[in-house]
């Protein structure tokens, strides 16, 4: 046998490339492992997520002067660099409160929002 | 298995999962692996050495993983080297195999293969490293 | 008699020394072929070895056991999942976890899936070389279904983290399998279709048979490894003799070919991806009900002293790691062994005697996990010229030595 008639029914029908970005866009799962960020309502600033990341991608950072945070007694919150982060999701299930949102958002290249601290600011409703 | 090996053993292991260890001495290695070849050809291969740098006890410890296909278990032999004198016998004749193994111990940790004629230094580690005379897996060499 | 000066000098080169070189940005080893060649035969032939795999053994001993099982799915990126696999079942075994049962069907599901693209891929690359780019084009279109049931799985498509001490990372729900089971019967045809194209078509019946023999007995000594000693008839699978994880509950069976050249290599491997889906079908089928994920903050930050040993059966043979630990939170040596270091550097023997055409055809059958080494230096010394030549025309005899 050949390959020759799977080569003439192929050559009547449409082609199967995707055309991203202009023409299609690309179904993703819905717990697929993209962007996340910390909420500083749930926060405590015990600084677990920036020891046990592999690829050292997490910074404490101090809250801004006129914010004081009951359950935040040091201060601290954590600024995720996207472009070192490799996605693993240790963070997201080391933490004991469970302070991280995720969303399956994977357009990540730009050169503006490298770090997560304008969303993590927001989540206090400001920024 | 034990009657095979036994006028060799000095000592009897386990190590987890359940696989069997015997310690012998470096100066038997190759009578060992003779001994363990004509028993059973035809069913037997070298998995891998594995070469750890004991600082404490300064001995450099090998471990000869070999896989026996008829009774479907792996055993390990396991011989120590002074740390100022590393220099054993090669098996590279009764299992050629041992041919990358031993390139690897000799690049890393700079353990001497006696008749072994194929060693030789930039193998695996890079060039500006090899003329520094560093062996990059022992624990005194800085990183 | 007047002396005449000599005018010309003709040199005649006695053999052409051809390096297959690397250059490839996949994270194995670099391995460089130097070649020999009289004419157009084989008579010597040399492994040159490189480069940074090794710093991966020493940079392991200065992180924790569980930053370190991180970097151990990032050695090699097609066959992440059983690195994964083999590292977290040696630290269980030195500190005694054991996984549930539902987290052992769902290891062997996520391992599976994997086995089956990376025999397609192999397969691919085996038919660009030789020239047959269509067939390469249909097997990349349908292994794009394999890509999307790894990424309903575990989350993404190529880099699985689904493993941790103990069990799993993640769940599987109802909906989650019957959208894998629709993606398993869609598959199903075009392997077997593939299959019958690679036992019958005649082009790759007259690129293949007969080419690279190799006997049991030279095999069993230079310790070679996976599909290539199960294609010169020798019955020995990891798989069925540790049976780790859920292997032995689930009926299956080892696949072996006699006759031992590089078609009979390419056919164990479509029929072992075929036996993996009817094993991925039987998993989800039969999954049993219970607990799977791990809460990651109640697992121990000591490990107890001791020596492990842990094999596993990748794609391209067995896998080895070895983890030797004093206590502590940091292992003291690990080492690894691949399976692809092993069938490149010991073989070095099997290419003499072969012409050079066939030098790419048994080097891509022994599988190497390397992302296509591409490009070979033809030193013309008659003419003192270097031409640069990618692979595949030498394999297509387009380049006139």
New interface residues.
Partial sequence: ???IK??IKNFFSKP?TIEYPRKAEIP??K???GEFYADLKKCTGCTLCAL?C?AKAIEMKKLPENIKLKHNPRGLYPVVNYMTC?????CV??C?VDAFITTPNYKLSSVKEVYSEEKTLKTLGMG | MDDILKQYIVRKEFMKPNRDVYVVNAKNIRDVMKALKESYSGGIYLATIAAVDKVKENVFELNYFIHIVYLSKTIVIKTTVPRDNPRIDTVIDIFPGAYEAEAEAYDLMGIEFVGNKYLKRPFFAPVDVVAQNIYPLRKDAPV | MAEREATTVIKIPITLDIPIGPQHPAIHEPVMLKIYADGEEVVHAEVNTGYNHRGVEKLMEKNSFYKDKFLSSRVCGICNTVHENCYTRAVEYLAGLEPSPRAKYIRVLAMELERIHSHMIINAIMAEVIGFDTLFMYIMRDRELVMKAKEILTGNRVEAEIHMFGGVRRDIDDVKKDKIMDILKKLEPRLKYYRKLFEEDPTINSRLAEIGILKPETVLGYSLLGPILRGSGIKSDVRAEDKYDAYGEIPWTVITRPEGDSLARMLVRWDEALESLEICKYILEHLPQGPAVVDERKLPRVFPPGESYARVEAPRGELVYYINSVGGANPYRVKIRTPSAVNIINSAFSYVGHSIADVPVILVSYDPCISCMERAIVLDLKNNVEKRVPLKYIAQKKVRL
């Fill in positions: 046998m050949s390959i799977e080569v199967s993703v799962e717990d697929f492992r046990e592999p490799v996605y693993c999701y240790r299930r080391v004991p």
